[in-house]
């Protein structure tokens, strides 16, 4: 029996071996409290995917060329923490392969743990966040990995950037740093926001999308919606600027909760993961991927953690 391929990808561009890109699948859906599907996020995604064009007209490549390797997904659930570890030990396995790391959750809390593994390996690294809420909040409910905590160890850590925000609490407010906080009801009325947060970037950058950073409009099916969200083009704009002028090391999206009547949301995240991907390897060629910059080889004496070994 075949093994799985992205997009149904023929099996010769989804080989490890060969692939630039690895996609890992985070079915997680544990501290959603006000509505619960985000688990079902990753299939849907992938279904979709299955049903779009793989040449991309922007662009006019065919990003697959590239390689895409199916990951097996991260199926720990035991608690909240042993599923942010299990993300952060799968994640840095594959960029210590020099692949190109991607995930698909799940909710947003699986990104504490890729966050963690791409600020061990990459220098002064950048987080941009697209999404509605802060999600800023040390702990929640009893937990440090709850997905209100999603951006809390990013904003310590690393240089946090957040684009989209609308939700938040008061205790939120007093921890954002209003100069790298892009608010959206604020962006309609600033011309220049988009070369104003890039500015704010370090070179290494990560971009983690919380899907309720669209408009409802577009993606009803978020876990968290929220009316007065970003619009499809002007965040293609946004993305692409970024990957044209910084370093992006990786991304993942998260907080797909699809819904069996209108599958147009999971259409929505399977061409932004596919533009995503068209706009890192745009001007490169096939099976050319040279090593990132800023990357940090674990085994040197320069890593953070240069004791651990995940092979």
Sequence with gaps: MNKRTYAGIPEQFGKIETSKIVLIPVPYDGTSTWQKGA????????????????????????????????????TENASPEKMVEAVHTLTKFYIKKNKFVTLFGGEHSMSIGSIKAFNECFNSLTVVHIGAHTNLKKEYQGSSANRKCALYEASQNT???????????????????EEKTFFAHQLAQDDYWMENAIDLMTENVFITIDLAGFDHSIMPSAGFPEPGGLLW??????????????????????????????????????????????YKFENSEANDYEDVDGFKDPNQKNSKFEDEDYE
């Design 233 to 278: 083009f002007e965040t293609l704009e946004f993305l692409q600027k970024t990957f044209n002028e910084k370093n992006v090391v990786g991304f993942d999206i998260a907080e797909l909760c699809p819904n069996e009547k209108n599958k147009s949301s999971d259409l929505v995240a399977a061409k932004l993961y596919y533009k995503m991907l068209s």
């Design 39 to 74: 688990s079902n996020g990753p299939e849907a995604f992938l279904k979709a995917s299955e049903n779009i064009e793989l040449y991309d007209i922007e662009t006019d490549s065919e990003v697959y060329k590239n390689g895409i390797y199916l990951a097996d997904p991260v």
């Design 159 to 177: 240089n946090l950037i957040q684009v989209g925000i609308r939700s938040m609490s008061q205790i939120e407010k007093t921890m954002i740093e």
